[in-house]
C-alpha cells in the first residue's frame, strides 16, 4: 500500500492479497478463489460532493482527519475482480435441473423428456394404465340399459342382530330363527340344522 499526500487529501493506491469463499453457481460446493486486487481511492476531509449528473465518484472516500477506513476500498476492488458466476472447476457437470442430484456422482442420470406438445397425450396413457373404464360393445336398449345400472348400485345387504335371540339376520325382515320382527312375533320360527 502506498499513501500520498496530495493537494484533494490523501491518495491510496497498492495490491490486495486475499482469499474470497462463494458457492458453485452450478453444483452448489464450497469455491475457494485467490483474490489480488488493485487498490485506488482518493480520501478527502469532509464530505465527498456530487457530480453534475447527481452520483458521487467512485473512487473518492470520506476521511475523518485520524484514520483511513479501507474496508470500502478494498470491498470494491475485490468485487469487482471476483467472477459473476463463480465455478469450482471450469467444466462442472452441476446439479440436475428435475430432481436435483449431483451431476458428478452419476455421469449418466437422465430424465425422459417428452416434447410440450405430446404432454397432454402422455397423462392420457398414464390414466389408461391405472383405470379400467367398461365399454359396452354393443348398443342397449333404454330399459336393458337401466337394468343394467340398477344391478351397478346394488350393494350387500346389512346384517343387524336380533334383539330375542341374538342371531343374525337381514334388516327390515323378520328373524328366520324366531319369527320377531321389531318387538313383535309374526311368523313361527322355522328350526335350523343347529337347534335340532
Same mark, same amino acid.
Given at each position: 500500500?502506498?499513501?500520498?499526500?496530495?493537494?484533494?487529501?490523501?491518495?491510496?493506491?497498492?495490491?490486495?492479497?486475499?482469499?474470497?469463499?462463494?458457492?458453485?453457481?452450478?453444483?452448489?460446493?464450497?469455491?475457494?478463489?485467490?483474490?489480488?486486487?488493485?487498490?485506488?481511492?482518493?480520501?478527502?476531509?469532509?464530505?465527498?460532493?456530487? $457530480?453534475?449528473? #447527481?452520483?458521487?465518484? +467512485? =473512487?473518492?472516500?470520506?476521511?475523518?482527519? /485520524?484514520?483511513? !477506513?479501507?474496508?470500502?476500498?478494498?470491498?470494491?476492488?475485490?468485487?469487482?475482480?471476483?467472477?459473476?458466476?463463480?465455478?469450482?472447476?471450469?467444466?462442472?457437470?452441476?446439479?440436475? $435441473?428435475?430432481? #436435483?442430484?449431483?451431476? +458428478? =456422482?452419476?455421469?449418466?442420470?437422465?430424465? /425422459?423428456?417428452? !416434447?410440450?406438445?405430446?404432454?397432454?397425450?402422455?397423462?392420457?396413457?398414464?390414466?389408461?394404465?391405472?383405470?379400467?373404464?367398461?365399454?359396452?360393445?354393443?348398443?342397449?336398449?333404454?330399459?336393458?340399459?337401466?337394468?343394467?345400472?340398477?344391478?351397478?348400485?346394488?350393494?350387500?345387504?346389512?346384517?343387524?342382530?336380533?334383539?330375542?335371540?341374538?342371531?343374525?339376520?337381514?334388516?327390515?325382515?323378520?328373524?328366520?330363527?324366531?319369527?320377531?320382527?321389531?318387538?313383535?312375533?309374526?311368523?313361527?320360527?322355522?328350526?335350523?340344522?343347529?337347534?335340532?
Amino acid at each position: 500500500m502506498s499513501l500520498e499526500s496530495i493537494s484533494e487529501g490523501i491518495w491510496v493506491s497498492g495490491t490486495v492479497h486475499t482469499v474470497a469463499l462463494g458457492e458453485c453457481g452450478r453444483c452448489l460446493d464450497e469455491v475457494r478463489r485467490d483474490v489480488d486486487a488493485q487498490v485506488q481511492g482518493l480520501f478527502t476531509l469532509g464530505k465527498v460532493e456530487a $457530480d453534475e449528473d #447527481g452520483d458521487e465518484p +467512485e =473512487d473518492v472516500f470520506e476521511f475523518d482527519g /485520524e484514520t483511513l !477506513d479501507l474496508e470500502d476500498v478494498v470491498r470494491d476492488a475485490v468485487v469487482t475482480s471476483l467472477p459473476f458466476t463463480p465455478l469450482c472447476r471450469p467444466d462442472c457437470p452441476g446439479l440436475c $435441473d428435475q430432481c #436435483g442430484a449431483r451431476l +458428478e =456422482d452419476d455421469p449418466d442420470h437422465t430424465h /425422459e423428456v417428452i !416434447d410440450p406438445r405430446w404432454s397432454t397425450l402422455q397423462s392420457l396413457t398414464e390414466q389408461k394404465e391405472s383405470l379400467a373404464v367398461a365399454v359396452p360393445k354393443r348398443k342397449m336398449s333404454r330399459s336393458n340399459t337401466r337394468a343394467r345400472r340398477a344391478q351397478w348400485k346394488t350393494t350387500a345387504a346389512n346384517l343387524t342382530t336380533c334383539p330375542s335371540c341374538k342371531a343374525d339376520k337381514a334388516a327390515h325382515v323378520a328373524c328366520p330363527s324366531c319369527g320377531a320382527y321389531n318387538g313383535r312375533q309374526y311368523a313361527e320360527a322355522l328350526r335350523t340344522e343347529h337347534e335340532a
